[in-house]
């Protein structure tokens, strides 16, 4: 504790008034407080010489000077004639000491504002602020609604909002691909309007309550019947009379019979699988029954009793004309399962004329099922590939029409058969452009397999290998995983070899699953492949 020093100064003098003028009073004894009025007055004073005091005694010249109380730094001084406030004369190290305090508090304050995060880091309703490196942070926006936060070490951040599968979210295998056992009776008669007795007007395709998937940008044709008829034009050549042949309609009714019309465009090509409550009744596509090629006609569907169903028709080359319900029947929009699946590919997965149903009917519509995904696109074109373009387009010429405007929660990538006797280097820029374009042509934080080069035999030729190396290397530099037909060999985005599940087409079950061309699987082979497919992306899933 120190004492400070008041007065001293030519300013610091007792005086009085008298009349109208001011005169110094040397002598005067004056009290001392800590207060302009009212207060304490203040006793422990000293002289300069040090010696007690509890009074203060002007000097001959009125001169007024003495120590304060410890810590004291102004006080009031009253001669009889008011009180005057006087102020410590000897605080020049104390206010330096201050100064000094005070910068080193802002220094160590600075120092722990620089580690305090900003209000303004976050931007959205549900951002993360995750490691980004030793001691430094950054923001992960806030996924979509329904992804999960999953690791990966090619992330910024190192984890990443993710429409992954997990497999404990996977439906029963016993009962994903089983068959109804309801048996309602189907009949097709050809024309426009409904055998129903006194059934309701027709409720249209596009504003009737139905859910569309496996395609999008539906539309009306010109001309009779076709402007009476929907089909969508989403995939190359995205026309209406050329584009995705393979999509399903679905919804919910209660009526014990209901019809669906639709135009019949041949024995072969116009064909449905229906599916009731989740289970198919057939296995395979079946003809829809049609007579005149171009006509208009009715599927009734009659199961004997009210009660409400969820309804699901596949179609291939099928267009679509609305719904027919009985009387008193209704009719609502479901919602799908399981986010957005895009295939994106050859004839491998778009069909042939080794299996029944085309796209519908190959692995694609398959795996959606054991996966519990409802919204299945086939994407795919025969006879293309990441550096041939068949009668169609590349892979990378199809995707500003046929994936980007769709936002693809999970893009399955299968392609290069159609490619193996390129130059590889060719295939290997194909395939790197290729897929730096869907990281940003699907959903936010899409999951994107790439599937490598089929093989139709248990002794693939080089080119084929080589094929399915250099597509290993494009998808392991993009950050996707890839799975290797050849070898089973599944691979995540970090290029870890996460699981070795054998090669897909052996020499000992080439000829139960390949058909009569030598390289379109059958039916029987595209069961198999969806099973081979489905095990592979089960490797990928975390638990």
């Not at 003028?21 to 004894?29: H, S, Y």
């Not at 068959?179 to 309007?193: A, G, K, R």
């Not at 519990?372 to 006879?383: E, F, L, M, N």
Request: charged residues 15%.
């Amino acid at each position: 504790m120190a004492r400070h020093s008041f007065g001293g100064s030519p300013a610091d003098i007792a005086m009085e008034r008298v009349s109208s003028a001011l005169v110094i009073r040397g002598g005067a004894t004056g009290t001392v407080w800590d207060a302009a009025t009212g207060g304490n007055q203040l006793t422990d004073l000293t002289d300069m010489a040090g010696s007690a005091i509890t009074q203060i005694v002007s000097d001959d010249n009125g001169g007024v000077q003495f120590y304060g109380p410890d810590t004291v730094t102004r006080c009031w001084v009253d001669f009889g004639f008011g009180r005057y406030l006087m102020q410590a004369n000897d605080l020049g190290a104390d206010v330096e000491a201050l100064r000094t305090s005070v910068n080193s508090s802002i220094s160590t304050l600075t120092t722990a504002v620089s580690g305090v995060l900003s209000q303004t880091t976050v931007d959205a309703k549900g951002d993360l602020l995750v490691g980004s490196a030793n001691d430094a942070i950054a923001r992960l926006g806030v996924g979509a609604s329904g992804q999960q936060l999953v690791a990966d070490s090619l992330a910024a951040t190192g984890v990443r909002w993710s429409n992954a599968w997990r497999r404990r979210h996977l439906p029963d295998q016993l009962t994903a691909e089983s068959l109804s056992t309801l048996t309602p009776t189907i009949t097709t008669t050809q024309q426009s309007t409904s055998t129903i007795a006194s059934a309701q007007a027709l409720l249209p395709p596009d504003t009737g309550p139905f859910l569309y998937l496996g395609a999008g940008a539906f539309t009306y044709g010109t001309g009779t019947p076709d402007s009476s008829y929907y089909l969508p034009t989403s995939r190359y050549p995205n026309t209406y009379a050329s584009g995705q042949a393979n999509w399903a309609v679905s919804f919910w009714t209660d009526a014990s019979q209901f019809e669906i019309k639709f135009k019949y465009v041949s024995s072969t090509a116009t064909m449905y699988r229906l599916t009731v409550d989740g289970r198919k009744l057939t296995d395979l596509m079946q003809s829809s029954g049609g007579t005149t090629v171009g006509s208009s006609h009715v599927l009734k569907v009659s199961f004997g009793s009210s009660t409400p169903r969820l309804i699901r028709f596949d179609f291939t080359t099928m267009p679509f004309g609305g719904l027919f319900l009985a009387p008193g029947a209704t009719a609502w929009k479901p919602q799908a399962r399981g986010g957005r699946l895009g295939i994106l590919g050859d004839s491998i997965s778009d069909g042939s004329a080794q299996n029944t149903g085309a796209g519908t009917g190959t692995w694609t519509y398959r795996l959606a099922r054991l996966l519990g995904v409802d919204d299945v696109w086939d994407q795919s074109r025969g006879g293309t590939g990441y550096i041939t373009p068949g009668s169609y387009a590349t892979l990378a010429n199809r995707v500003a029409g046929d994936i980007t405007p769709y936002s693809f929660d999970r893009l399955i990538v299968w392609a290069g058969y159609n490619d193996n006797g390129g130059v590889q280097s060719d295939i290997a820029t194909a395939a790197s452009s290729l897929f730096a374009t869907l990281k940003t042509a699907t959903a936010p934080n899409a999951e994107i397999i790439v599937i490598g080069c089929h093989s139709p035999t248990g002794s693939p030729a080089t080119s084929i290998t080589n094929t399915d190396n250099t597509i290993k290397t494009a998808a392991t530099a993009a950050g996707l995983s890839f799975i290797s037909p050849l070898s089973g060999s599944v691979y995540d985005g970090a290029g870890n070899l996460v699981a070795t599940q054998g090669a897909w087409i052996t020499a000992a079950n080439a000829s139960a699953y390949i058909g009569a061309d030598n390289v379109h699987p059958t039916d029987a082979g595209h069961v198999y492949l969806s099973r081979r497919i489905y095990g592979a992306l089960r490797a990928l899933m975390p638990a």
